[in-house]
């Protein structure tokens, strides 16, 4: 299908647009065509992607004659107030190396590459949907992050949410009113009153979301995983930008699919099972996921924000009878269970790292840190000693979007798969 005339609408640069998607399709047939996959169910996540800048940027934009699309860069945004606001949340983390350079004509070359490359997808007007949305809603988590949003507002309409450094009883109260804050702002700037209601159904729809999700990871906890490392990841990556109703319902049937492969008792491959951890992996970074299930393991459960921590554990609407009630529990679920690097102290990571790696009978542990996200790579020496008291190995990896590092990653993960 021809999408100039959306893209120009968008005010997308074309040809450096071209650029960017003559890659992909290379990259998505390495690391997802060229191999054994049985699981029907996994097309529509495919096809989802073989047509990225296509059918769903166009929904996006139906949807903006009902309300607003509003990009946000973290899973502490929460998605069920945007929802009861008639919005559609759209993930904004960028992935590839296409938007580095772009990056780094306006930020230092030492940040991050997620930052850069978000910075500059932006900046290039090569991502529709940067281009779709509405409102950027940031939080102050890492210090690049927070420096980011200045950079953002001169681009787009910008609304930061603040964030506390420490889980304390003061760090739970700014984090509750930070939430009400949020729900004020956009009730106010789209003119939408959220209810008791609109919230309560917006709750649900994202707890059924999350439960799809564990549903399907759960089903990594057999020997063999009857799902790759890659195409799980593949399946959370994209429900960072699907419609939510639409997205539930294909991870459920696709996790109906794995539970059955389960029950067919298929051969026990003999595989080493690793967990993966550390920095977000967005589309399309693949990369780590594709050496290491080339290098002869599966991964079997990643403890990150494109893993677990988006999905586990639901908003309680148990014993809520206010639109307040519901808030709290929102902000609650938020803080309490998602255990980000940016928090000192983090204990609470590295017991889920232990629990998960128990429940999903893990091998060995690969750290992950993208280059300069200084908060996971300094957290890897507390999550390293915890590993060793707990006889689980661990690599640690610091790497970025680029392929220049690719032999010398698959040198180091055969070099560990085989000792394991
Ligand atoms: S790693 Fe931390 S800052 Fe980044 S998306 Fe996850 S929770 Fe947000
Ligand atoms: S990957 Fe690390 S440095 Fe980059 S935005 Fe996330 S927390 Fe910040």
Redo the contacts with the bound molecule.
Sequence with gaps: MDNTKMYKSLGIDLDAHDTLMGALPELFKECFLNKEQDLKGLSYFYSVVADIHGARVKELIEHKNKGPVIGS??IYVPEEIILAACGQLVGL?AGADFWVPYGEQIVPKN?????KAGIGAKYSRTCPYFQVVDLLIGEN?????KKAWEIFSDMVEMYVMDMPNKKSELGLKLWQEEVKNLCNFLEKKFSKSISFDSLLDAIQKVNAKRSALNRLYETRKNSPTPISGIDALLVTQIGFYDDIERYTKMVNALAQECEEKVLSNFKNNGRKRILVTG??MVVPNWKIHHVIETSGADVVVEENCTGTRYFKDNVSIENASSKGDLLKNISDRYINNIN???FSPNRGREEDILKLCKDYKCDGIVYV??S?????MVEAERIRKVAKENSIPMMTVESDYSFSDLGQLRTRIEAFIENL
């Design positions: 860069f973290c983390c940040l991050c590459p997620l930052i988590t890492c210090d690049g992050k920095s977000p980000c690097a940016c840190s993208l300069f996200c200084t908060t996971y």
